[in-house]
């Protein structure tokens, strides 16, 4: 995509995953490679822990450091060689004083970290008679926002349970993003309930472009994923959408969407601000 064009393609690659690491991640090279090969985008996003089962039980098993770890020194690679953007889904991130965080990188074309955004909102949830998981027993949140600038385009990053977050994606939408970018795993009891909604009422309150890549669904594992990864546009509507199984799906962004709906139902600049806000905290 040239600085001037309004056209962006994307990229996701819903992602089968396991127990081996190693597999996992040249799992994500191989369909990274084919994705470039076959549709040429300018930037590739990958699912939430794409390079390790999802379970509080894996986590500090499978964590690593960021930029230097094995999973980063892959993503940093075919970033440069192929040069596009990758959104490298999440991974176990060991960080300082040994915490671990649910943490997703982003590569440029040049082969360098550009943004590192850590899970805000800890998935920690007691659905009775669905599913009980509690993030918190092992991971830390992350505290900072995550803006990146592609070709002249804001896109704000966000992890999972963080769409459910509406000021979240307010604050991105008032710092001027066109689109939020969720590596998720919803799971398949809030799946079917809130994967499709959370993301067009995102796209809906804020007027931007929503998208979500999530692991592909395998119903032997312990966190069975929902699948369905999606690209919401500005209208609110599903551009794009996956199914359950490892799949790529490809989508064209016109960004001249995002100031078309904003001039037609311009409620951004009709907010009552001397009555409400949403603000962020300095930390």
């Known amino acids: 995509m040239s600085k001037t064009s309004n ?46 089962p999802y379970g509080t039980k894996y986590f500090r098993e499978y964590s690593e450091t960021i930029p230097d770890g094995f999973t980063s020194l892959q993503l940093s690679n075919l970033a440069k060689k192929h040069q596009v953007y990758i959104v490298g889904g999440t991974i176990p991130e060991l960080g300082e004083n040994d915490a671990i965080y649910n943490t997703c990188t982003v590569w440029s074309p040049t082969g360098d970290l550009v943004a590192k955004h850590r899970k805000m909102h800890l998935f920690d949830i007691d659905v009775k008679g669905g599913i009980r998981f509690k993030e918190s027993e092992t991971l830390s949140a992350g505290n900072d926002f995550t803006i990146i600038n592609v070709d002249g385009h804001k896109i ?44 067009r009422s995102r796209a809906n309150d804020n007027q931007l472009f929503v998208v979500t890549t999530s692991p592909a669904r395998d119903t032997s594992a312990e966190y069975v994923a929902y699948g369905h990864s999606m690209v919401v546009n500005p209208w609110a509507k599903v551009q794009q959408s996956a199914s359950e199984g490892e799949e790529t799906l490809v989508a064209d962004i016109d960004f001249s969407e995002v100031e078309e709906v904003r001039q037609q139902i311009p409620v951004f600049g009709q907010r009552r601000l001397d009555l409400y806000a949403t603000e962020k905290k300095s930390t």
């Open 156 to 199: 704000g990053i966000g992890i999972c349970y963080d769409i459910r977050f509406e000021e979240m994606a307010r604050l991105y939408r008032n710092a001027g993003c066109e689109m939020i970018i969720y590596p998720a795993a919803f799971n398949m009891t809030t799946g079917p309930l809130h994967w499709e909604l959370l993301q």
């Open 7 to 52: 056209i962006m393609r994307l990229a996701l690659l819903q992602l089968k995953g396991s127990k081996d690491k190693v597999a996992n991640v040249q799992n994500a090279v191989n369909k990274i490679e084919a994705a470039v090969k076959e549709h040429k985008p300018r930037l590739i996003t990958l699912p939430e822990c794409f390079n390790a």
